[in-house]
């Protein structure tokens, strides 16, 4: 069992920044990768951004590439996402996830853990 657990949610402005963190706990935390979802009001989950085990491969989604950005630091078990440049679009409940493989990690069912998710509302 691996426990997940988001902070670093809020209120932001339109433009500004929040970095996210996920703390995990319960198995070797090298042994997963890691991926970031989120969840709109009124909308399915979608895939944000992932990070193979080793942190040497990461992936975006379309939304967010170029502003968000994620790492890991196998050291603490956690992993972050920097987010830049936020926009009112990007509110939404984010959750992070946890594979035990690298492989299709845009996927949710290749995922065996979740967070419970953290807030992030962007005001315009």
């Known amino acids: 069992q691996v426990l997940l657990v988001e902070s670093g949610g809020g209120l932001v402005q339109a433009g500004g920044s929040l970095r996210l963190s996920c703390a995990a706990s319960g198995r070797t935390f090298s042994n997963y990768a890691m991926g970031w979802f989120r969840q709109a009001p009124g909308k399915e989950r979608e895939f944000v951004a992932a990070?193979?085990?080793?942190?040497?491969?990461?992936y975006y989604g379309d939304s967010v590439k170029g502003r968000f950005t994620i790492s890991r630091d196998n050291a603490k078990n956690t992993v972050y996402l920097q987010m830049n440049s936020l926009k009112p679009e990007d509110t939404a409940l984010f959750y992070c996830?946890?594979?035990?493989?690298?492989?299709?990690?845009?996927?949710?069912?290749?995922?065996?853990?979740w967070g419970q998710g953290t807030q992030v509302t962007v005001s315009s």
């Open positions: 996830a946890a594979s035990g493989t690298d492989y299709g990690l845009g996927l949710q069912r290749e995922y065996d853990y």
């Open positions: 990070i193979s085990r080793s942190g040497g491969t990461t």
